[in-house]
């Protein structure tokens, strides 16, 4: 079984950053893809980053590449999802989850196994 914890949401003004962590305990992360999805209220949950283990695969959605970015640290077990230039638009439930699907795969929600309880991001304009 896979644990995920999130942390760093929070309120953040237009313009502003946040840095999102998620730390995964549990079992091996060794060939596992970590990612991020959020889902805004009456929409549905969306990939927005994703890495594989080594950091040579990665997936930005088209839309916010060059505002966010995402990376990891295999020594702790943890993703990052960096996020700059933030408008209310980003405001959303952001959730954490981990999959061992190949990279090419990812696009599909239900290969995603595992998921965070989710952390609110409010951007106010």
């Known amino acids: 079984q896979v644990q995920l914890v999130e942390s760093g949401g929070g309120l953040v003004q237009s313009g502003g950053s946040l840095r999102l962590s998620c730390a995964a305990s549990?079992?091996?992360?060794?060939?596992?893809?970590m990612g991020w999805f959020r889902q805004a209220p009456g929409k549905e949950r969306e990939l927005v980053v994703a890495?594989?283990?080594?950091?040579?695969?990665?997936y930005n959605v088209d839309s916010l590449k060059g505002r966010f970015t995402c990376s990891r640290d295999n020594a702790k077990n943890t993703v990052y999802l960096q996020m700059n230039s933030l408008v209310p638009e980003d405001t959303a439930i952001y959730y954490c989850?981990?999959?061992?699907?190949?990279?090419?795969?990812?696009?599909?929600?239900?290969?995603?196994?595992?998921w965070g309880q989710g952390t609110q991001v409010t951007v106010s304009s």
């Open positions: 989850a981990v999959t061992y699907t190949p990279f090419f795969n990812i696009g599909a929600l239900p290969n995603w196994s595992y």
């Open positions: 549990g079992r091996t992360f060794r060939d596992a893809v």
């Open positions: 890495i594989d283990w080594s950091g040579d695969s990665t």
